[in-house]
Structures are given as structure tokens and as C-alpha cells.
């Protein structure tokens, strides 16, 4: 059973930093995608960052300069470093993955159950 497992949420003043983590554990033939979401209180979901496999990476605007993701394939983790954070990135960052647990299996969606972020101004 895939589970995917997010560390490193936290309170920070604006402008510091925090880096998130997600490891995913179980069995996996293969991991096409590992991204970060997040979600503010009333709002949607929203993509943050993505990494593919190639490796390629996407961000949101809101993030760009500010936010870095990177993958340690061999032990499927994504990481997540946030810097000069700002009160309007304070939400619950979500971890999800697009792989293939076996072969025979399509690919699809994984979610980590959430961390905290909270930046105070």
C-alpha cells in the first residue's frame, strides 16, 4: 500500500524559511510526477510546484523565485524550499505523487494527508 508522508510544516515570521519533505513508502514500480499543493482556508487546492521525472519542473506564479523543488529519486522524496515566505503562503501543503504501484497497475493520483504552514507578518 502506497502512502505518501509530509514533514517539516511549521510557524515562521515573514521572510524566513521552512523545507518540506514527503517520502513515499510502499509498493511502487514507478513515479511518473511528485508535486506539493496547498490550501488556504475558503480556497481551492491549488499546484504550488511539480517535478517530473525527466526532470522537468513547473510553479505557481505566486511561488516563482521564492519556492524551490527538487526529487531524491532513489528514495522517492520530493523536497520543497520555501524562502522569503509571505502571511498569503500560510495554508495546509499537500503532497502528491502520480505513479504506478506495480506493472500490471495504471497510474494514478497519491496524497499525503497534509502539513501545516503558517507565516505570521
Known amino acids: 500500500q502506497v502512502q505518501l508522508v509530509e514533514s517539516g510544516g511549521g510557524l515562521v515570521q515573514a521572510g524566513g524559511s521552512l523545507r518540506l519533505s514527503c517520502a513515499a513508502s510502499g509498493t511502487i514500480f514507478r513515479i511518473n510526477a511528485m508535486g506539493w499543493y496547498r490550501q488556504a482556508p475558503g480556497k481551492q487546492r491549488e499546484l504550488v510546484a511539480s517535478?517530473?521525472?525527466?526532470?522537468?519542473?513547473n510553479y505557481a506564479d505566486s511561488v516563482k523565485g521564492r519556492f524551490t523543488i527538487s526529487r531524491d529519486y532513489p528514495k522517492n522524496t520530493v523536497y520543497l524550499q520555501m524562502n522569503s515566505l509571505e502571511p498569503e503562503d500560510t495554508a495546509v501543503y499537500y503532497c502528491a505523487a502520480n505513479l504506478a504501484p506495480d506493472y500490471s497497475t495504471p497510474e494514478r493520483d497519491y496524497w499525503g494527508r497534509g502539513t501545516q504552514v503558517t507565516v505570521s507578518s
Open positions: 517535478i517530473t521525472s525527466r526532470p522537468s519542473t
